[in-house]
C-alpha cells in the first residue's frame, strides 16, 4: 500500500491507558500476547508495539512515522522530532508523572548539592546527568535495571525515579528533595514523515481525534424541554462548556435545550433543573468533543 503510516503503540505500562484513548477516539487496536503487530482497523495504519522508553528514538531515525511516548523519554534520548500534541494520560492518573530527586528519610542530604561525590541509581541517566550539570553537581550517575527505589542507603546515595502518586517511595522511606522533570505523554512524529502531505493529513486526523476523545473525558451531554418563561433560571443553573443550544419545539411555549457539563456536577444539577421547571431531562454519554 502507497499510503501507510507506520505507528508506534507504547508497550508496558501505558499499552492498555492508549488502546483505551484509541478506543473513545473511534479506533480499535487488538493486540495479542504473541504478536508485537497490533490490529487497528484503519488499513492505512500499521502498528508496532514499542516501548515508550524507545519510542522517540526510532520515530526521530524513520522506523516510524509518528508514535506515543513521555516528554521525559523525548528528553532521555535527546530525540528530534515532531511533537504533534500533549495528552495528558497515565496509567493511574490524568496528571503529569514526575521524575524525582529522592533519598532515604534519614539522610543528611537536603539539597542536590550534597551529592557532590556521591552515587546516584536511575532509569533515566541521561536526563539526570544534564540535571546535575544545570546545578553544576560532579555525582556518579549508574543505571538502574528496576527495583531503584529499594537501593538506598546500601547500594546508591539517591535515587532520580518517576512518580505518580508518591506511594511506592513513601512506602519505601524514601524523601523528595527536588523535582527533576515533570511529563506527559506526547503525540510525536518523524519530521520527514510529517512534511509529507497525505502522512501530516493523517496523523493531524489522529491527533484531532485523540484530543477530542481526552476532551470528552468526564463529560456528559444533557438535554431538556424547558418552558420559555423559566429559560433564564433554567440557563443559569448550567455550567456548559460552550454556549448551550437552544431550539424551537413545536409547542412554542417549550424550547429544547442541549448542553456539555462535567459528570461530576450531574447529580448536584438536575434536581435543580427539574425545580426550575425543566422536563424530559436526558443525560448521554460523550465519546469526543472536537472544539
Avoid at 275 to 281: K, L, M, Q, T, V
Wanted: net charge negative; charged share 25%.
Amino acid at each position: 500500500m502507497t499510503n501507510l503510516l507506520k505507528l508506534g503503540i507504547p508497550a508496558g505500562s501505558l499499552q492498555e491507558a492508549t488502546a483505551e484513548l484509541f478506543r473513545r477516539a473511534g479506533y480499535k487496536i487488538t493486540t495479542s500476547s504473541r504478536s508485537y503487530y497490533p490490529t487497528i482497523d484503519d488499513e492505512q495504519i500499521q502498528c508496532l508495539l514499542i516501548r515508550a522508553q524507545e519510542m522517540a528514538r526510532y520515530v526521530e531515525q524513520g522506523a516510524l512515522d509518528a508514535g506515543l511516548t513521555g516528554y521525559d523519554w523525548i528528553v532521555e534520548n535527546g530525540a528530534d522530532v515532531c511533537e504533534v500534541a500533549e495528552l495528558v494520560f497515565s496509567k493511574v492518573s490524568r496528571r503529569p508523572v514526575r521524575w524525582v530527586l529522592c533519598v532515604p528519610e534519614n539522610s543528611p542530604i537536603q539539597t542536590v548539592r550534597d551529592l557532590a561525590g556521591k552515587r546516584i541509581a536511575t532509569e533515566a541517566v541521561g536526563l539526570t546527568t544534564r540535571y546535575l550539570q544545570r546545578h553544576g553537581v560532579s555525582a556518579k550517575v549508574e543505571f538502574s535495571w528496576g527495583a531503584t527505589e529499594v537501593k538506598p542507603p546500601d547500594l546508591a546515595d539517591a535515587i532520580v525515579e518517576v512518580t505518580e502518586t508518591g506511594s511506592s517511595l513513601r512506602a519505601n522511606n524514601l524523601r523528595i528533595i527536588d523535582e527533576v522533570l515533570e511529563s506527559t505523554t506526547r503525540f510525536i512524529a518523524n519530521h520527514a514523515a510529517y512534511a509529507d502531505a497525505w502522512k501530516k493529513q493523517k496523523i493531524d486526523d489522529i491527533a484531532l481525534m485523540l484530543r477530542g476523545a481526552m476532551a470528552a473525558e468526564d463529560k456528559v451531554g444533557l438535554m431538556m424541554n424547558v418552558p420559555r418563561d423559566r429559560l433564564r433560571q433554567v440557563l443559569g443553573l448550567l455550567p456548559a462548556l460552550q454556549q448551550p443550544t437552544i431550539s424551537s419545539l413545536a409547542d412554542e411555549q417549550w424550547v429544547d435545550v442541549n448542553t456539555i457539563v462535567d459528570e461530576s456536577v450531574v447529580r448536584q444539577i438536575i434536581p435543580r433543573l427539574k425545580a426550575a421547571g425543566a422536563r424530559g431531562i436526558v443525560e448521554y454519554p460523550l465519546n469526543k468533543v472536537i472544539e
